[in-house]
T-cell receptor, first 110, second 115 residues
Framework: SQTIHQWPATLVQPVGSPLSLECTVEGTSNPNLYWYRQAAGRGLQLLFYSVGIGQISSEVPQNLSASRPQDRQFILSSKKLLLSDSGFYLC?????????FGQGTRLTVV | AQKITQTQPGMFVQEKEAVTLDCTYDTSDPSYGLFWYKQPSSGEMIFLIYQGSYDQQNATEGRYSLNFQKARKSANLVISASQLGDSAMYFCAMRGNQAGTALIFGKGTTLSVSS
């Protein structure tokens, strides 16, 4: 069966520090992969999506970046976090009629 | 460009009653898929139901059904016999079937079920 792993579950980072969130998928090949951010009580903002290794589309210009070094691995990074980067980050994959999410990372930048 | 609109920030319903959560969409893709998700306070995203744009019948999954009206570009979620555990945020989402099209979400509707 298909599973998606996302870690860590919670993270508290100081302003200006780097960030690396990792997401891996099992049980499927060549999935579309996504990173979303959700502010408290709000909708999901699409940050990045990838249709294949090394192929990244950015939806929102900001100090975040994404990479897909392997077929089933998607990484969200930042060189210097801002207070406004706080939020709930969700990784997801989809394949035709199915789309599934990781458990999310709650990031607090202090 | 694709767009999803959920106009109800919050909905209130009593147990055992049915409730309809509205969703309208806009896309130029001739073929697309529509999704509904439930997000409880824990934050996890739970997939509920899927409707393909060429499906002749409305999708149903247990107490969930999707009222798909293609000409009106609407994909409302109907929850029958509401339960207290249905209290959560609900998101409508869409993805065009052309390669490279992303899955996008509406702003969500918070459903509160009371006894």
């Amino acid at each position: 069966s298909q599973t998606i792993h996302q870690w860590p579950a919670t993270l508290v980072q100081p302003v200006g520090s780097p960030l690396s969130l990792e997401c891996t998928v099992e049980g499927t090949s060549n999935p579309n992969l996504y990173w979303y951010r959700q502010a408290a009580g709000r909708g999901l903002q699409l940050l990045f999506y990838s249709v294949g290794i090394g192929q990244i589309s950015s939806e929102v210009p900001q100090n975040l970046s994404a990479s897909r070094p392997q077929d089933r691995q998607f990484i969200l990074s930042s060189k210097k976090l801002l207070l406004s980067d706080s939020g709930f980050y969700l990784c997801a994959w989809d394949d035709e009629a199915e789309a599934f999410f990781g458990q999310g990372t709650r990031l607090t930048v202090v | 460009a694709q767009k999803i609109t959920q106009t109800q920030p919050g909905m209130f319903v009593q147990e055992k009653e049915a409730v309809t959560l509205d969703c309208t969409y806009d896309t130029s893709d001739p073929s697309y898929g529509l999704f509904w998700y439930k997000q409880p306070s824990s934050g996890e995203m739970i997939f509920l139901i899927y409707q393909g744009s060429y499906d002749q019948q409305n999708a149903t999954e247990g107490r969930y059904s999707l009222n798909f009206q293609k000409a009106r570009k609407s994909a409302n979620l109907v929850i029958s016999a509401s339960q207290l555990g249905d209290s959560a945020m609900y998101f409508c989402a869409m993805r065009g079937n052309q390669a490279g099209t992303a899955l996008i979400f509406g702003k969500g509707t918070t459903l509160s079920v009371s006894s």
